[in-house]
């Protein structure tokens, strides 16, 4: 079955860098994948998506991509912010039952 | 909008007490989820509902039964509460499946079996 890894480690970077979180899987390719942020005590906000075709995508600060050789996702925050810590959630969508697999999430601290 | 609505946000149950988490949706969105996310695991999907009228099991679906009331309302009941079903519990929205569209999530329940 498919699986997902995510870093369980949490992700400790200063302000001003770029943060890189990495979505492995295991497999064959999902149709797309989806990155969201949650913060404590909430339900997970919707980011960006990326197709199977797509090789990168942007939203402002912002950046996925997508390598289906390395059966890999890479999410990319530019100039940090300590209002960027969360934890970050990939998801992939299966063709086969168009249901979303989720990873466990990357815990990311921003530090001033 | 509100988005999600769920209830209640927190729930302490004892072991074969019963209860049932309301959710409801103000987006029009075709299909609902109900999933449960625990310590050092993904998000994992319990039932969902593709469209009204219309419920399919998930990954976990033992011990819950769901209710699509109507195309706004998606229930999730536990008919017999277990210790291992204290969980966080999120009911998600999306417009047509999962296909090509964002999930709209509550703020989740915390729910604590003892």
Request: include cysteine.
């Amino acid at each position: 079955s498919q699986k997902i890894e995510q870093n369980s480690e949490a992700l400790n970077i200063q302000e001003g860098k770029t943060a890189t979180l990495t979505c492995n899987y295991t497999n064959y390719s999902p149709a797309y994948l989806q990155w969201y942020r949650q913060d404590p005590g909430r339900g997970p906000v919707f980011l960006l998506l990326i197709r199977e075709n797509e090789k990168e995508k942007r939203k402002e600060r912002l950046k996925v991509t997508f390598d289906t050789t390395l059966k890999q996702s890479l999410f990319h925050i530019t100039a940090s912010q300590p209002a960027d810590s969360a934890t970050y959630l990939c998801a992939l969508l299966m063709d086969s039952n168009y249901q979303l697999i989720w990873g466990a999430g990357t815990k990311l601290i921003i530090k001033p | 909008n509100a988005g999600v609505t769920q209830t209640p946000k927190f729930q302490v149950l004892k072991t074969g007490q019963s209860m049932t988490l309301q959710c409801a949706q103000d987006m029009n969105h075709n299909s609902m989820y109900w999933y449960r996310q625990d310590p050092g695991m993904g998000l994992r999907l319990i039932y969902y509902s593709a469209s009204e009228g219309t419920t399919d099991k998930g990954e976990v679906p033992n011990g819950y039964n769901v209710s699509r009331l109507n195309k706004r309302e998606f229930s999730l009941r536990l008919e017999s509460a277990a210790p291992s079903q204290t969980s966080v519990y999120f009911c998600a929205s999306s417009e047509q499946g999962a296909l090509n569209t964002e999930a709209f999530f509550g703020q989740g329940t915390r729910l604590t079996v003892v």
